[in-house]
Structures are given as structure tokens and as C-alpha cells.
């Protein structure tokens, strides 16, 4: 049965790697939107019960024995009391289950309310929120506070921090170099807290040596905290800690220029100020590659847009990346068999959602965007290998 309480986590492709493993069904999809501010936070709580409810009505439709329905309702209900529902919302919450788990994911963009009950996971919003809701990360870092941020073009919010530490200290520990004298200190009021040093050139090396250590402590845990995830990151801080993680850091996303100044008397706002034109130009950078790259295959007759041809290469595992428009569905299922979509109006599958969780199978990429987005006219578009 599924598990009492899940955990709501933020979206990464090494979580999306679990949705995509074989499930025993019925594979239940909820998403919901969430209010961040008061009052209308309130009411996240009541969404939650809500859709528990309607999830256990379409459940019992689907002839589940009434203990199941109750047995996979209970986490659903259980996330109404959760942190990221009633005190700090996210934008939206997705959840997934099967007959055994509940997933939970924390979504730095809006989603339309949604329960939907299928053979595969309904997954195009938690695609769109990897690849084209514009989200990105910013690490604030000074040796006195570590705060990761996520947002999008309207602002940030901290991040679950999930293993990173909160300080130099907090990353060193005992570790701290023995030969440095540190005392607390305190700022002004408000201020966090600092070091002072005595022991003249010796004091130095060893605050370098902390410093050098402390950046590695950092950017492993970065790195498993965004393991997957190619969201661009802007690193936030004074110019050492910055080249000092830039030196070492592998991460895929990682914005090129930084926002320079020491980030602790930095709100969210500021930081997003200085930080989000730097997201944009690398978005606008990225764009610009990924449509060149289909003009270039299209050239060279390496392209599908119609359907059966899509799901034939997809089937196939000839899907380089495959393009689907946020706002268009196709009832219907896909044919292994005849290598087809069968369009089934009224069916509550959707054909280019199974489209997309063949692709991903086979390592392909899936961007979901604005039809405006799209590099034909149809609902899906493939580049092929």
C-alpha cells in the first residue's frame, strides 16, 4: 500500500527516472495549483482534501475493493498538513501514485487543477517545469550563510535545503583548521554573525585553506542536490567564493557571469534583480541552440511532425527530442502493434503523453512549450538520431 505520508520534494530529472520505471496500476496523476500569499493560502489545505476526494471517486469507479480507495487516499490527505501546502507554499503540487508509492513534487510554477487516473503518468506539467517554465536556481553564498533559491521570471523564494550546509562552519565542523583563533562576533542588530582571526600570515593560510574546503564541502552537496537538474544556477556572492566554486562545480546549468557582493543583507528581491537577466540571456542562448539544431536536422530529412510518424520513431527509439505543445492533447492512445496514435475522442488517455513517456524510456529529451514555441504547426515534432 502506499506509503502513510510522502514527502514533497523538488522536481529533478533523477526523480522524474522514478516516475518512468514500470508501475502496477491504475497510475493516479493529481495537480494542483497553491496559493503562496494570505489570504488565499487558506484555501490550499481544502484543494488537497479536495482532490484526495475526487482521486478516491475515480479510483472507486475503476472497481478498486473500498480499502485500497481509502489506502491511497491517506497520503493525498496527508499533504494537506504539510509545510509546503500551509506555511511556505509552492506554486503548484504534483503528485503520483501507484498501488504501492506516493511521489510528491513542489513546482516553481502554477499548474491547472488536475486528477487524472491512466496506464502511464500524466507528466507533460513536471516536463514543462525541467525544460521550459523559465525556472532557475541562485546559490547565495558568504562563509557566514548558504541559501539556495529557486524561482522564475516573477521572483525567488528559498529552496528546500536538503544536505547543503548553512555556513562554513556548519560545512567544516570540527574540521575548522586548528591554528585559527575565531571568535564570534556580532554585527549590527539584524546582522548574522561573523569571524574574527588573529595570527597574522599563518591566520591567512589557514582561513584559505577553511575557505578552499568549505567550497568543496559546497559543491559536492550542490551537486547531489541538483544531480539531474539543468535549470540554470547563478551563483550569488564575493568574487573568491564565486571563482572558488566556478572552479570546481560540473553543474550543466551554471550561469556563466555571477551577481557580485557579498548576498547577506540581500533580500530575495534584490538578488532576483541582478540575477534574472542573467537567467534570461542564457534561456534565450539555449533556445536559440535547440531551434537551430531542429532547422539543421530538418535539412537534412532527420524530422517528423506527423503523428504516426512520431510514434513509430518514438516506438523505435529514434527520438532525439521530442517537441509537444503545452496546450494541445490527443485522446487517444499509441498502438505498438500497428506503430500509430489511435485517436479516441472522449477518452480521458492522452496519446502525447505516452508519446512523451516512450521518448524519455529511451533517453530521448522532451520540451514541452507554448504553441508559439513549436517549431511546426502540430502537437508534437520529433528530431530524430
Not at 521550459?132 to 521572483?155: E, I, K, M, P
Not at 539531474?228 to 557571469?257: K, Q, Y
Not at 524530422?303 to 505543445?325: E, K, N, Q, S, Y
Request: proline share 7%.
Amino acid at each position: 500500500m502506499p506509503d502513510p505520508a510522502p514527502t514533497p520534494r523538488a522536481l529533478s530529472r533523477a526523480a522524474l527516472t522514478e516516475l518512468l520505471r514500470p508501475h502496477e496500476g491504475p497510475l493516479l496523476s493529481v495537480y494542483l495549483p497553491l496559493q503562496r500569499s494570505f489570504p488565499g493560502s487558506q484555501q490550499n489545505p481544502v484543494r488537497v482534501l479536495d482532490a484526495a476526494r475526487e482521486a478516491a471517486e475515480k479510483l472507486a469507479k475503476a472497481g478498486l475493493p473500498a480499502a485500497e480507495v481509502q489506502a491511497r487516499r491517506a497520503p493525498i490527505e496527508a499533504l494537506a498538513q504539510h509545510d509546503s501546502v500551509t506555511g511556505h507554499p509552492a506554486d503548484g503540487l504534483a503528485v503520483f501514485q501507484d498501488r504501492a508509492e506516493t511521489w510528491a513534487f513542489l513546482l516553481s510554477c502554477s499548474v491547472p487543477h488536475r486528477v487524472a487516473l491512466s496506464d502511464v503518468f500524466l507528466l507533460r506539467p513536471v516536463l514543462r517545469g525541467l525544460h521550459g517554465d523559465r525556472r532557475y536556481h541562485l546559490l547565495a553564498v558568504s562563509s557566514n550563510r548558504v541559501t539556495l533559491y529557486q524561482g522564475d521570471a516573477r521572483g525567488l523564494a528559498e529552496a528546500p535545503r536538503n544536505g547543503l550546509p548553512t555556513s562554513l562552519e556548519d560545512a567544516l565542523g570540527s574540521e575548522l583548521t586548528e591554528k585559527s583563533l575565531r571568535l564570534r562576533v556580532g554585527g549590527r542588530t539584524g546582522a548574522p554573525p561573523g569571524y574574527a582571526s588573529h595570527g597574522g600570515e599563518s591566520t591567512r593560510e589557514d582561513h584559505k585553506l577553511d575557505v578552499d574546503r568549505f567550497h568543496h564541502a559546497l559543491a559536492v552537496a550542490l551537486a547531489e542536490r541538483l544531480r539531474g537538474d539543468d535549470a540554470p544556477l547563478v551563483l550569488a556572492g564575493d568574487a573568491p567564493h564565486i571563482s572558488g566554486l566556478r572552479a570546481l562545480l560540473r553543474l550543466p546549468g551554471l550561469v556563466a557571469d555571477g551577481v557580485i557582493g557579498s548576498p547577506d543583507h540581500r533580500g530575495a528581491a534584490e538578488l532576483h534583480a541582478h540575477a534574472w537577466p542573467l537567467v534570461e540571456r542564457t534561456l534565450a542562448e539555449r533556445d536559440a541552440a535547440v531551434a537551430a539544431a531542429f532547422e539543421r536536422a530538418r535539412n537534412h530529412g532527420k524530422t517528423v511532425d506527423v503523428l504516426d510518424d512520431v510514434a513509430a520513431a518514438a516506438l523505435g527509439g529514434r527520438v532525439r527530442r521530442l517537441w509537444l505543445a503545452q496546450d494541445r492533447s490527443v485522446p487517444g492512445r499509441v498502438d505498438a502493434t500497428a506503430g500509430r496514435v489511435v485517436e479516441e475522442p472522449g477518452a480521458e488517455t492522452d496519446a502525447l503523453e505516452e508519446l512523451a513517456e516512450l521518448v524519455l524510456r529511451h533517453r530521448g529529451e522532451v520540451h514541452v512549450v507554448d504553441a508559439a514555441r513549436m517549431p511546426t504547426r502540430g502537437p508534437a515534432a520529433a528530431e530524430l538520431h
